[in-house]
T-cell receptor, first 113, second 114 residues
Framework: GDSVTQMEGPVTLSEEAFLTINCTYTATGYPSLFWYVQYPGEGLQLLLKATKADDKGSNKGFEATYRKETTSFHLEKGSVQVSDSAVYFCALSDQGGSEKLVFGKGTKLTVNP | NAGVTQTPKFRVLKTGQSMTLLCAQDMNHEYMYWYRQDPGMGLRLIHYSVGEGTTAKGEVPDGYNVSRLKKQNFLLGLESAAPSQTSVYFC?????????????FGPGTRLTVT
């Protein structure tokens, strides 16, 4: 079945450092890809998405490019802030009509001042 | 516009007790989902619904039942709670009719079974 593998955390960075969180996927067909973010004590919220190969999703300084050839959707940010501290989930959408999401296990990011 | 709300926020149950978690959305979404989140496991789909009166099993449905009698509500029931059901439960909803089905999540219910 479809699956998502993302780098294990936790990841600890200093403010203004460069962030990369790796995500690779296995899927039949052409899924849509997502990054969701979960701030402490809250539910998940969509950070960015991409629907086809070579699409780049971006939001709040974060970017990820849908790479079909490497089945990857790595999350990047050039300069992280303390407020970016959260758990980040990579996900893909099931194409079977119910649009179920398959999530990676999450990567916890802590940014220190 | 409250989005997705969940009731209750916290609950402690004894083994064998039953309870119902309520999810409500005011966005007129067709699809609704129940997930559980456990440390190191990410989110796993319990049950989902593609419309009023319909439900289907997800990845980890055992020990849970659901009902979707009204479009805006999706109930998750535990008939006989077990310690393995200690988790944080999230409800989500999404709209059919757009190219990418973004899911909107509630704030979660933290359940402890002793």
């Amino acid at each position: 079945g479809d699956s998502v593998t993302q780098m294990e955390g936790p990841v600890t960075l200093s403010e203004e450092a460069f962030l990369t969180i790796n995500c690779t996927y296995t899927a039949t067909g052409y899924p849509s890809l997502f990054w969701y973010v979960q701030y402490p004590g809250e539910g998940l919220q969509l950070l960015l998405k991409a629907t086809k190969a070579d699409d780049k999703g971006s939001n709040k300084g974060f970017e990820a490019t849908y790479r079909k050839e490497t089945t990857s959707f790595h999350l990047e940010k050039g300069s992280v802030q303390v407020s970016d501290s959260a758990v980040y989930f990579c996900a893909l959408s099931d194409q079977g009509g119910s649009e179920k999401l398959v999530f990676g296990k999450g990567t916890k990011l802590t940014v220190n001042p | 516009n409250a989005g997705v709300t969940q009731t209750p926020k916290f609950r402690v149950l004894k083994t064998g007790q039953s309870m119902t978690l309520l999810c409500a959305q005011d966005m007129n979404h067709e699809y609704m989902y129940w997930y559980r989140q456990d440390p190191g496991m990410g989110l796993r789909l319990i049950h989902y619904s593609v419309g009023e009166g319909t439900t289907a099993k997800g990845e980890v449905p055992d020990g849970y039942n659901v009902s979707r009698l009204k479009k805006q509500n999706f109930l998750l029931g535990l008939e006989s709670a077990a310690p393995s059901q200690t988790s944080v439960y999230f409800c989500a909803s999404s709209y059919r009719g757009q190219a990418v089905y973004e899911q909107y999540f509630g704030p979660g219910t933290r359940l402890t079974v002793t």
